[in-house]
């Protein structure tokens, strides 16, 4: 298994400018999200799906969108880039739902993006 | 908002040191989850701990959840080089849709 695959692992946009930063997991895994990693600041859940055509906002959700068609992808958008979107993005995926007691995150290995 | 709040941030320790992170929550929290992220590379899952009071153990490392549900922390023993990186909890609120309230991390330096 190639387990959450990311892709690309670096991108450097210019402000205004959209893009599609993709994942993909091969675990047949329910859950997936979307995180960015700021120095200092942790991860912060900006999206998430708990199945193939639902998708719900997590605490940063603005400038970006998902959709999740398939219960392998689940890729994000961002609309029109901003400087403040400069960050790392990881996407993970997990076996159990929402309720589940047991859901370890495996995570991608993440994309750089940089927003000029 | 909900927050997990994580100490220290930052850690610097002589190779076979003891390192201890703390991490407390406002509200209850039905499991807290441990993950290690090497310098470049992406959170790897540790452990769960679920249960009031529980302890488990892995190698040198040894995690404990609080009586209350609300705190948890997370021991080395004899730090190594191999050990550096950073250190988030993770907890799930009870009651709550179900999504993980990252920690902002404590990040482990070890001099040899």
């Known amino acids: 298994n190639a387990g959450v695959t990311q892709t690309p692992k670096f991108q450097v946009l210019k402000t205004g400018q959209s893009m599609t930063l993709q994942c993909a997991q091969d675990m047949n895994h329910e859950y997936m999200s979307w995180y960015r990693q700021d120095p200092g600041m942790g991860l912060r859940l900006i999206h998430y799906?708990?199945?193939?055509?639902?998708?719900d906002q997590g605490e940063v959700p603005n400038g970006y969108n998902v959709s999740r068609s398939t219960t392998e992808d689940f890729p994000l958008r961002l609309l029109s880039a901003a400087p403040s979107q400069t960050s790392v993005y990881f996407c993970?995926?997990?076996?159990?739902?929402?309720?589940?007691?047991?859901?370890?995150?495996?995570f991608g290995p993440g994309t750089r993006l940089t927003v000029l | 908002g909900q927050q997990v709040m994580q100490i220290p941030q930052y850690q610097h320790v002589q190779e076979g040191e003891d390192f201890t992170t703390y991490c407390n929550s406002s509200t209850t929290l039905s499991n807290i989850q441990w993950y290690k992220q090497r310098p470049g590379g992406h959170p790897v899952f540790l452990i769960q701990?679920?249960?009031?009071?529980e302890v488990k153990k892995q190698k040198r490392l040894t995690f404990q959840f609080g009586e209350a549900k609300k705190n948890s922390s997370l021991h080395i023993t004899a730090t190594q080089t191999t050990d550096v990186g950073t250190y988030f909890c993770?907890?799930?609120?009870?009651?709550?849709?179900?999504?993980?309230?990252f920690g902002k991390g404590t990040k482990l330096s070890v001099k040899p």
């Open positions: 993770a907890g799930r609120r009870v009651g709550s849709q179900g999504n993980l309230i």
């Open positions: 993970a995926s997990s076996y159990g739902g929402l309720r589940s007691s047991y859901n370890e995150q495996f």
């Open positions: 799906s708990v199945g193939a055509g639902i998708t």
């Open positions: 701990l679920v249960k009031s009071g």
